[in-house]
């Protein structure tokens, strides 16, 4: 039960420990070490020589207990910071962006601790000073609305004809590695793409996967995690899209990723029953 909370706890004051060692060790430990302060009780044991607080010791033995974890977490929190310090103005003690999304099973041991879970990249990243947690609960909120909210057709938000006849669409796919996605939404924003499809997916190319060891036993992965987005255009140019797209993904390695380009043959927004041009436009901008 104390294990439980603590991690809650940890977790609420946002402390990055994802497997609860500070609750197990830490927590548990000073809880342990308190406990015989408290419940000591002479003779049952040979090293049992003393009564603790509820057996009418006092506060003596309790207070020993008490400043023997102050002294310790004084000592280890001086000497850990030294070290700490010493690694990171030497060797570093951050890896790079890749190796967090990937996991450092791999970058650290080569395999996949693991391998019955699927990667899953954060690739909603932080938009105008919004969140991930945040546009996550703006997600719920939008669609737990209620069906009174639901506006009738013919009392919808009237349709301006910005039509533009022949008006050429396009869908443009690029898939990449995961931890390139932010980059790629912030130069997509700068040229004024106001809205993505973006998927996580499994396949392989040119780097054809990669062999790992599940219970001692070398296991060849060819599908590797990656990152698909789809953008539909048609009043931006294709091309400054693609030009885009190769500057912001390019760094001459295997795995900087493919641009797939298709026409559209139209585009219905349901809400207002625009298509094509109109479909694709953002009503706030135009």
Known sequence: MLVVFSVLFFDRVKVD???GATSVHLVCGVFGTLCVGLFAQEGVT?????????FGGGLKLF???LLGIIAVGAFVFVSTSLVWLILKETVGIRVSLEEEIQGLDIGEHGNTAYPDFA????IM????GTSYDEQIAGIQAAVSKPASDVVSPDVAIPVVDKSRPGAKITRITVITNQEKFPKL?????????????????????MQKGYTEYYRGVPVKTRLLPKVKVD??????????VINTIKKSLYTGNVGDGKIFVYDVENVIKIRTGEEGYDALQDEDKE
Do not use: R
């Open 125 to 128: 990243a932080s938009v105008n």
């Open 46 to 54: 040979s090293l049992s020589t003393v009564n603790g607080l509820f």
């Open 185 to 205: 939404q912030s130069d997509l924003d700068k040229i004024g793409i106001t809205g993505l499809t973006v998927t996580n997916v499994l396949g392989y190319g």
């Open 119 to 122: 990667i899953v990249a954060p």
């Open 231 to 240: 953008i539909v255009v048609c009043k931006i140019p294709t091309e400054t």
């Open 17 to 19: 420990d994802p497997v």
């Open 63 to 65: 207070g020993i207990e």
